[in-house]
Structure formats: C-alpha cells, structure tokens
T-cell receptor, first 120, second 113 residues
C-alpha cells in the first residue's frame, strides 16, 4: 500500500511552547489529509480534515487556533499545537487519501505511524 | 451521519482457535464502505479487511473474513487459526463515499498461548 510518514515519532515539550508535527505521503499525492487524536485504549477522534491548498475543516469542539493545520503541498500537511499544555498530551495520527497511483483505491485512507506528544 | 458500534471492549482467544469480533453500524446511505483496522502495540493502524456495501459476497483475506449482513447492519470479523501476532486493538470503521471514516470504540483482542 501507499506509505505515510510522520515526524517526529515522539516529542516532549514544556508547557507554553508550540510543537509542529509533519505528515508526509511518500509515494503518492495526498489530496486530503486527516488528523486524529487518540488517548490510551480509546478510539481515534477526528480533529480536522485538510485539503491541499485550502483551509482545514475542524470537527466540533476542536480549537482551530490551538491546533493549526497547514496542507501546503500534495505531499505534506503539518499540525502545530500552539501554547501546549499538559492536557494536550496525546497520540496524534495523520492519514492521507490520494487520487493517484496505488493510493487511488476505493477511497482508502493510509495512516502514518503516529506521534506521541508529552507536555510537561 | 454514520455511526459504528463495537460492544465488546475485550475478547480472548486461544492460539490456533477462531474468534469473532462484532460490529454494528447505522447509515442512511446506500453506497458505503466498511473496514476492520488492527492497531498493535506499535500503534500503527493496519487495514485488515475492506467490504464494499454493494458487494453481496463477504470479503476474505487469508485468515480474516467478515460476515456482512446488510439488512441487519452487522459487520463482524472472524479470525481463524489465531496467532500471537493477532493480539491488538481492532477497530471497525465505516466510510460514506467522499466523507470521513467513523470508528467504533475498539475491541482489545488477547491471544493466549
């Protein structure tokens, strides 16, 4: 299947700082990328959907000024957690949906390996 | 909007035996997809199996098969000849064409040796 990478895989930061997480589609063009948040032993919660070149669409209850999403190219989306606080500590997962090559299969989403964020 | 329900928080199976994970869903659409994802301790989401709603035939992938009952809105996953590597969290998910994936709460599968 198509490959999605995330960087960093884990990050520890101090309260009040900002953290950027990158999500890249390595071998296909991702027209749409999704950002999820997951707490231990819980399901994935969709935070936002981003389409290349346009503003992200945030799910209800997700603060768009706190979780800044940029999808500037067909292979890269970034999630910036601004002024992070301990309650933002979580596992963040991105996925990508493409329309080219092996990714253009039945509307499938391909998931990155996730980023563990710990805010001290 | 679609909803997906997994009512089994945890399941256990003996190695080499068969286990079935349950999932029910609700949607007003006639065209949609259903998925089972596996999330091992590494937390990488892995697609196990996919079912298109318009296909009557149940999907199979090696030891994994589904029982898709469209009228009952049921989509269970059967794992045959269970292996230690099957231990993971399993998520049922639904996708209405062009929309978002909707996940169930997940089922933790433990495999006993």
């Amino acid at each position: 299947g198509a490959v999605v990478s995330q960087h960093p895989s884990w990050v520890i930061c101090k309260s009040g700082t900002s953290v950027k997480i990158e999500c890249r589609s390595l071998d296909f063009q991702a027209t749409t990328m999704f950002w999820y948040r997951q707490f231990p032993k819980q399901s994935l919660m969709l935070m936002a959907t981003s389409n290349e070149g346009s503003k992200a669409t945030y799910e209800q209850g997700v603060e768009k000024d706190k979780f800044l999403i940029n999808h500037a190219s067909l292979t890269l989306s970034t999630l910036t957690v601004t002024s992070a606080h301990p309650e933002d500590s979580s596992f963040y997962i991105c996925s990508a949906r493409g329309t080219s090559g092996r990714a253009a299969v039945l509307d499938e989403q391909f998931f990155g390996p996730g980023t563990r964020l710990t805010v001290l | 909007a679609q909803t997906v329900t997994q009512s089994q928080p945890e399941m256990s199976v003996q190695e080499a035996e068969t286990v079935t994970l349950s999932c029910t869903y609700d949607t007003s659409e006639s065209d949609y997809y259903l998925f089972w994802y596996k999330q091992p301790p590494s937390r990488q989401m892995i697609l196990v199996i996919r079912q298109e709603a318009y296909k009557q035939q149940n999907a199979t992938e090696n030891r994994f098969s589904v029982n898709f009952q469209k009228a009952a809105k049921s989509f269970s996953l059967k794992i045959s000849d269970s292996q230690l590597g099957d231990a993971a969290m399993y998520f049922c998910a639904g996708l209405e064409y062009g929309n978002k994936l909707v996940f169930g709460a997940g089922t933790i599968l433990r495999v006993k040796s």
